[in-house]
């Protein structure tokens, strides 16, 4: 792209509407500029305009979000017919094993939630279409980037910020690319309690019918429920079933 195809002021306002997260759902004009890096000025006509536009509100100190903003992501479900084809195939994965599965794409250095068929079990994360999570210790992370060349891969993990989330976690580059080898050669990664205590899940790359990974599916089950081995015995079979289906249906 030439320099001159560049616009600043949209980089810029996708940089405010960014900033907002869970944790962070009401940010003042400083709040906004400390997250971004943008001056003052800069944050406070990027909130102004969304706020002026219906995507945000202002309180006169505090800006937050409005429903509008999903008009973005939506376009984006809209455009593509994955999430569509993914939904029922997830029901049919999730209802067959009576856990949770779900989808994602891979975004950076995260993986984003497309679609997701949710059982009834009480864990603390609370995902939904949209919801991100860092790659390098999801499931479906871990196969997403398995499937970069690792050049590629070992990048975006340099450039991670690879908290401990858990006793468990491993965030050593050394470990990781270990894993995504192993990913690589099985087909499905496993996580053991790396995201959160006491959720494990397992996940497997999502192909084309020209064989290139364009999503992940994983199931998370609670660790009272699930031992790793039931992860590959029980659950690997029948997601490779749905895998094969989606190759089939995607063009």
Same mark, same amino acid.
């Given at each position: ?63 937050? @979000? ?6 973005? #992501?939506?376009?984006? $479900? *809209? /455009?593509? +017919?994955?999430?569509?084809? %993914? ?45 991100? @999570? ?6 479906? #992370?871990?196969?997403? $980037? *398995? /499937?970069? +060349?690792?050049?590629?891969? %070992? ?59 364009? /999503? ?36």
């Amino acid at each position: 792209m030439q320099k001159t195809d560049f616009i600043g002021g949209l980089a810029k306002g996708l940089q405010v509407i960014e900033a907002f997260a869970a944790d962070k759902p009401r940010m003042s004009i400083t709040d906004i500029a400390n997250v971004t890096g943008l001056d003052r000025a800069t944050a406070r006509r990027c909130l102004l305009t969304l706020a002026h536009l219906g995507y945000a509100e202002y309180d006169g100190k505090f800006f937050m @979000l409005q429903p509008k903003i999903l008009r973005l #992501g939506h376009a984006y $479900l *809209s /455009a593509t +017919p994955l999430p569509t084809i %993914l939904q029922p195939v997830l029901d049919q994965l999730s209802e067959e094993v009576g856990e949770s599965a779900s989808a994602s794409v891979l975004d950076g250095n995260e993986i984003v939630y497309i679609a997701r068929a949710a059982q009834m079990r009480v864990i603390s994360i609370s995902l939904t279409s949209g919801s991100r @999570l860092p790659a390098y210790c999801a499931s479906m #992370g871990r196969v997403l $980037l *398995s /499937a970069l +060349p690792p050049q590629e891969a %070992l990048h975006i993990l340099n450039t991670t910020d690879r908290i401990t989330k858990t006793e468990f976690t491993r965030t050593s580059i050394a470990d990781l690319t270990a894993e995504l080898d192993q990913v690589r050669s099985h087909g499905y990664a496993i996580n053991d309690q790396e995201l959160e205590l006491g959720l494990r899940s397992i996940a497997v790359p999502v192909f084309n019918h020209r064989n290139q990974v364009v /999503a992940a599916i994983n199931i998370g089950a609670p660790v009272a429920h699930v031992s790793v081995e039931k992860l590959r015995k029980r659950f690997l079979p029948a997601m490779l079933k749905a895998q094969a289906t989606l190759r089939a249906l995607l063009g």
